[in-house]
């Protein structure tokens, strides 16, 4: 029962561009979505994140939007750059739960010089 | 200005034998989760712990698996009698309370077992 799905795996993008990484969720009690970077063999890295009561949030280069009638969310990293290439998570917690987050499986982004 | 801090980095053990991870989490912060990222998986969550007291351990497996997070130290998984699928990396991560939802994460454990 997969309730965070990144369906996919890999993207590749030019530098300077913009990447768009996407996460689908189903439970809808999530009130709380974040999204982390993570190198290999590091630990995850948190990037930004969003409220259910928003419908974007933004920090410097890395947008997060969120459709909560689609049950969908997006992060948005322009200008691209090549220190960037990592894998993303998207995650998410339950209102009145205790705060565990339940993670997607990852997308690979590569950005090429 | 020390972030989550895991030991050891990498861990091997034998079939049978017993694996103990220790997480220190980040000064200021008393709450600890578990997660266990298996090859090509996404993290799951195992278990959510304040000091002297389980808050959630419904992530982890019902048998061989145990945490605590004393009043003075770091927090440890133990895994008993390890088996070849327990092979994972094992991350911790800390936050200042419950109501902040941003956790921060060590490097983990990579536990490999023969």
């Known amino acids: 029962d997969q309730q965070v799905k990144q369906n996919s795996p890999s993207l590749s993008v030019q530098e300077g561009r913009i990447s768009i990484l996407n996460c689908d969720y189903t439970n809808s009690m999530f009130d709380y979505f974040l999204w982390y970077k993570k190198y290999p063999a590091e630990g995850p890295t948190f990037l930004i994140s969003i409220s259910s009561i928003k419908d974007k949030n933004e920090d410097g280069r890395f947008t997060v939007f969120l459709n909560k009638s689609a049950k969908h969310l997006s992060l948005h990293i322009v200008p691209s750059q090549p220190g960037d290439s990592a894998v993303y998570f998207c995650?998410?917690?339950?209102?009145?739960?205790?705060?565990?987050?339940?993670f997607g499986t990852g997308t690979l982004l590569a950005v090429q010089p | 200005n020390a972030g989550v801090m895991q030991n050891p980095r990498h861990l091997v053990r034998r079939r049978g034998q017993e694996a103990r991870l220790r997480c220190s989490p980040m000064?200021?912060?008393?709450?600890v989760y578990w997660y266990r990222q298996l090859p090509e998986e996404g993290l799951k969550f195992m278990v959510y712990l304040q000091k002297e007291n389980i808050i959630d351990e419904s992530g982890m497996p019902k048998e061989r698996f145990s945490a605590e997070f004393p009043k003075e130290g770091p927090s440890i998984l133990r895994i008993q009698q390890v088996v070849r699928g327990d092979s994972a990396a094992y991350f911790c991560?800390?936050?200042?309370?419950?109501?902040?939802?941003?956790?921060?994460f060590g490097p983990g454990t990579r536990l490999t077992v023969l």
């Open positions: 995650a998410a917690s339950e209102r009145g739960a205790t705060n565990k987050l339940i």
């Open positions: 991560a800390s936050s200042p309370g419950r109501v902040a939802n941003e956790q921060f």
């Open positions: 000064k200021g912060h008393s709450h």
